[in-house]
């Protein structure tokens, strides 16, 4: 197999995962006898200091013209004073949009080899396996209106929740769809005793149910979904929701696991390419010091193999090669215990590659590292 991909580092701890996921994405290609293309692009705060603008339309052609997407990530605090419409994140609603990318997929699974870093006891986040399907071009973030105002003497501000029936339809049935191969059980989260928006999104889920009578429809609540994932995350199986509650549910559910930096992404196109990305931000605190969590941007190209090009087998050898790296006690700083010693963000790349070539040279490469 030939694909070709745009791999787009980003900003701040994006260009370090970045790299590491290409040294697995390599490592696959040698092991199966695959050719991949990787092609660079700009996104974010390094676009706008390159070119005035955080998408640059050689980036989005390239983007346009590739057969996926891996991001690392965007933004940071020297972009945060930047006018709105330039600011780093406009970058990825644009992209968004561009490519179609109607549903973000966030998958969230426990690791009992770092159980020991979740804040949730093991008793309760034990078996934890769920996927968050978070509608992504709709909602608060792209409504219009959406501006200051100065009305009746005073400073006013107005944001716009607007969906249309068909956005609301195609995400809730790729959510279906996604439990068919899963537990079979959709949990609709929504604040339909609010919003009239929420309302007609209930509605919608229930006429969409009934396309798919062995997969199980409950609604919850936001609020209720937020406390429901603490209490008792193992309940759940796909979890669909819109926009903004998605942004917000699907960085709580991944803390479950006891870092951001354990967590891919997968944003599905209706029209060109998928995009994967980590979930974690660009981390500017510890940008260029070598010590991210690569595994979320490695487990992003797993996906990516899997969902865009096929390569299940592939995908498979890519995730096992991470279980066995966390199993064999290796750790970046985000997920090691007071008193390890953690493994640099190269260092762990370099573990993955090792255990998916070759499953005995991971025990060498740690002993280099001794």
């Known amino acids: ?8 580092p980003g900003d701040g701890v994006g260009k370090e995962v970045s790299k590491g996921a290409v040294t697995i994405l390599q490592a696959v290609a040698e092991l199966f006898g695959h050719k991949f293309h990787c092609v660079y692009g700009e996104i974010g705060g390094a676009a706008i200091d390159e070119y ?20 690392g990530a965007v933004g940071g605090p020297k972009w945060d004073r930047m006018p709105g419409h330039i600011r ?10 561009e490519l179609g990318l109607y549903a973000n997929v966030r998958p969230v699974q426990y690791y009992s080899s770092i159980s020991d870093v979740s804040p949730l006891r093991k008793e309760v986040v034990e078996g934890a396996d769920m996927v968050v399907v978070r509608e992504l071009t709709g909602g608060l973030y792209f409504g219009k209106p959406s501006e200051r105002t100065f009305q009746k003497g005073e400073a006013s501000v107005v944001d716009t ?5 068909k956005e609301i339809e195609r995400v809730i049935r790729y959510a279906f769809e ?11 989260v929504d604040k339909a005793n609010v919003l009239e ?26 609020d209720n979904a937020a406390m429901q994932l603490i209490k008792n995350p193992r309940q759940f199986d796909v979890i ?3 926009n903004m509650f998605g942004d917000i549910l699907s960085d709580e559910a991944s803390v479950l696991t006891g870092s951001l930096g354990m967590l891919p992404s997968a944003s599905v196109s209706t029209k060109g390419p998928s995009l994967y990305e980590p979930i974690h931000g660009s981390a500017p605190d510890i940008a260029g010091t070598n010590a991210a969590n690569p595994i979320a941007m490695i487990l992003s190209a797993a996906m990516m193999l899997r ?8 995908a498979e050898a890519v995730e096992n090669a991470v279980k066995q790296v966390l199993e064999s006690g290796s750790r970046t700083r985000d997920i090691a215990l007071l008193g390890n010693f953690p493994v640099t963000t190269e260092q762990m790349a370099d573990e993955i590659k090792a255990a998916l070539l070759d499953n005995e040279a991971i025990f060498n490469i740690m002993g280099a590292y001794a």
């Open 1 to 8: 197999m030939e694909k070709r991909i745009a791999i787009l």
């Open 52 to 71: 005035g603008t955080p998408l640059p339309e050689h980036t989005l052609e390239l983007c346009k013209t590739s057969d996926a997407v891996l991001l």
């Open 88 to 97: 780093p994140e406009k970058g990825l609603l644009k992209i968004r949009k």
């Open 161 to 165: 929740l607007f969906y249309q029936k």
């Open 178 to 188: 996604l439990a068919t191969t899963r537990k079979g059980k959709v949990t609709s």
């Open 197 to 222: 928006s929420s309302r007609m999104w209930r509605e919608t889920a229930e006429e969409i149910a009934r396309e798919y009578p062995d997969v199980r429809l409950e609604h919850m609540l936001v």
């Open 240 to 242: 669909v929701t819109e």
């Open 307 to 314: 969902m865009s090009f096929g390569l299940l087998e592939e």
